[in-house]
């Protein structure tokens, strides 16, 4: 039995964003290409590439109003535009790709839940952590990882999932989803959100029974590896094992890879190293390596291909490393980012006990 599961569909390439927008088809195409420089999802392969279901309504309404579905749904239908006052933009086949891309994270962890694969990656999109229950924004349309978190919780009845957040920008959708509820922890590392989405500060902790189940760490601009695994190491493990969750998804974006045209982190390849090989040990230790990641953003594109294929391969116990060049640490920038982590541990004692030690 193959052990991860890459949901894919050409399908995807037919969400039309437009010439020089940075959420495009390029980027799936270029992580295709390195799987299949290195026969990744060859048949005999520990990886298999898997179909896509595609989403019901009634998915979709998992998280979202009727009235948002059906407001992208009749923009698609009427020849495409935009679904904000900024960067989401479909196209007429956008409404059924976007379902596709909800349906492929279901697939996902469908296929988990039921033993056929050990963890899966889904490369779909357009992305989701920044759609919210009635609105669309950072070129995200339905919120993919949130819809299969609680199609864990309602129909597979799962009591504690987590969402783990390592795109460069707060997944302010996924958070307003679950912020009153104690099922799903959602734990974001992301940079200074003053400038887009507006969310995610350390403050914002959860409210009602979800009190303390929104862990926001939000880094200054130009945060290196660092100060970012510091993080991961005395946060994010800590309150993971607490909490532990009998699922674990992963929104995995890339943008905080130093280059990235869309983000202001400084990490390097072996950063997200540490994070996935962190994450796939906990899965494993705690809930049966019940794991499944969902591609967010990276929109650098001669690095995004070999980010993701790494990821991959890390997940499937396969041999693959890429070389990060030189650059620069930041300081000033690790030296607000150890204040930050400071705080972030002060505001959860509250609610962790492991974060005392």
Known sequence: MAKTAIIFSPKYYEHNTGPDHPESPKRLAVIIRELEKLQLVSSKGNCRLVQPGLATIEDLELVHDPEHVQLVKRVCEGGGG??????????????????????????????????????????????????????????????????????????????????????????????????????????????????????????????????????????????????????????????????????????????????????????????????????LDLASTICGDRFVAVLEGGYNLSQLGKLVTSTISKMANLNYSVKDGDYPTRPRAEKRAEKVIKRVKKTHSTFWGSLHS
């Open 82 to 279: 935009l679904l904000d006052l900024g960067d989401t933009v479909v196209s007429p086949k956008s409404f059924d790709v976007s379902r596709f891309s909800v349906g492929g994270v279901i697939k996902a962890v469908n296929l988990v839940m039921g033993g056929k694969y050990r963890n899966a990656f889904a490369l779909v999109r357009p992305p989701g952590h920044h759609a919210g229950p009635y609105y669309a924004a950072g070129f995200c349309v339905f919120n993919n990882i949130a819809i299969a978190a609680t199609h864990l919780i309602r129909r597979l009845h799962l009591e504690r999932v987590l969402i783990l957040d390592v795109d460069a920008h707060h997944g302010n959708g996924t958070q307003e989803i679950f912020y009153k509820t104690k099922k799903t922890l959602y734990i974001s590392l992301h940079e200074d959100p003053r400038v887009f989405p507006g969310t995610g500060f350390v403050e914002e902790i959860g409210e009602g029974e979800g009190l303390g189940y929104t862990v926001n760490i939000p880094f200054p601009f130009k945060t290196g590896d660092k100060s970012y695994l510091k993080a991961v190491d005395h946060i994010v493990v800590p309150i993971v094992r607490e909490f532990s969750p009998q699922f674990i998804l992963v929104s995995a974006g890339f943008d905080g890879y130093h280059g990235d045209p869309v983000a202001k982190l400084n990490l390097s390849n072996s950063a997200y190293a540490h994070v996935f090989s962190k994450i």
